[in-house]
């Protein structure tokens, strides 16, 4: 297989695990990438049957995911959580090996792959959104990250998964298959945004941002009724926990300015681009609030955010990370 070909799918996914060996992946040929997409309401979504992933796949959110790779590196200080560096450190005879679920655009992956060039790196979309033409040690697959990988038991290195939370309703299964695919001593790193944001000065939020708590209570709402998705990014710990099969389950949180309200110019100039990519994901949110109990106050939710998030000083997104050892 040519390692520069773009897409490929495992043409024997019958839900078992096959290997990492790369064969018996297929290409996706090129004519077949429209069928994975399907127009609404003037945005591009996936058509995948059986996930209920809300957001749109298009260029806004390109940009979207892009931005916030960006301004996740600068929140957190660099591209991950944990003791990466020593996990993927190069060792005669021994083939690294990282995969990264819900890898949309491919981002991390490749940042990633340019910093670790010794290390192969799977990223694993339903959607062919990353670019056609990775480098040498990167492999962009389709899959359903809610059905069993096709990697064998114990096989990889780290599993990488941010800002998931949406694509899947069951958390705990797929920890559980993450269980099964790491090696012992392999690494889970997770990072997931709350869904609900704060102040910075622990005042309530819905007080001092009324417009910006009824829009997030109704997308908790409507995905909880309409797509059967909860809001995990702090449960994730306790998941980890429960499965019995990760050791030093290790947790951060990263407050991120919504606004242009912090006086130091860095974090200010942090603000002001979070609130551009939250107008992205506001209005990317329209659609699905207007499918939902909210419909008919959906472009007012919105329309509302936006405003608090442009006038009221002291909003803040947490950041949540995990990092966690396969026992
Ligand atoms: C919010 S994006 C995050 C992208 C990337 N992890 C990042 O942090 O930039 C979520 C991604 O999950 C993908 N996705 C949604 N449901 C999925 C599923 N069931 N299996 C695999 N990927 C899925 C979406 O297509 C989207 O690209």
């Given amino acids: 297989m040519d390692d520069h070909d773009p897409y490929y799918y495992d043409s024997d996914d019958d839900g078992t695990a096959s290997d990492t060996s790369e064969e018996g992946l297929v290409e996706v040929p090129q004519d077949d990438i429209p069928g994975y997409f399907q127009e609404r309401d003037g945005r591009l979504f996936h058509s ?10 298009d260029a806004d959110e390109f940009h979207r995911q892009n931005g916030l790779n960006r301004l996740l590196r600068t ?7 944990g003791p990466v560096r020593e996990l993927l450190a190069m060792s005669l005879g ?6 990264d679920l819900g890898t949309g655009t491919g981002q991390w992956v490749l940042d990633m792959a340019h910093e670790f060039p010794h290390v192969r790196f799977y990223g694993v979309d339903i959607v062919p959104i990353a ?11 389709m899959h359903n990250i809610m059905e069993p990988f096709r990697y064998q038991d114990g096989s990889i290195d780290m599993v990488h998964a941010r800002s998931i939370s ?27 945004w709350g869904r609900f944001p704060a102040m910075e ?18 997308i908790r709402d409507t995905l909880r009724v309409r797509r059967g998705i909860e809001p995990v990014a702090s449960d994730i710990p306790h ?12 947790t951060r949180r990263f407050l991120a300015p919504v606004g242009e309200w ?32 909210f419909a008919d106050y959906a472009d007012a939710l919105v329309e509302g955010y936006i405003r608090d998030i442009s006038t009221v000083s002291g909003i803040v997104s947490t950041c949540f990370t995990v990092h966690a050892r396969r026992i």
Avoid: W
């Fill in 48 to 57: 995948h049957g059986s996930s209920p992933y809300p957001l749109p796949v």
């Fill in 131 to 141: 670019t056609r033409y990775p480098p040498h040690n990167v492999l962009f697959e």
């Fill in 166 to 192: 949406m694509a899947i309703q069951d958390y705990r299964a797929l920890l559980h298959e993450v269980g099964r695919i790491l090696r012992r001593g392999g690494l889970f790193v997770s990072c997931e």
């Fill in 75 to 81: 929140l957190i200080g660099d591209l991950f959580v």
């Fill in 201 to 218: 000065d622990g005042s309530e939020v819905a007080i001092r941002a009324p417009r910006a708590h009824a829009f997030f209570n109704a």
């Fill in 262 to 293: 912090p006086t130091d110019p860095a974090r200010r100039e942090m603000g002001r681009e979070f609130r551009e990519m939250m107008i992205l994901y506001a209005r990317s949110m329209r659609a699905v609030l207007r499918d939902g109990p």
């Fill in 94 to 99: 021994e083939q690294r090996r990282v995969v």
């Fill in 239 to 250: 998941f980890l926990e429960a499965t019995g099969q990760f050791t030093n389950i290790e």
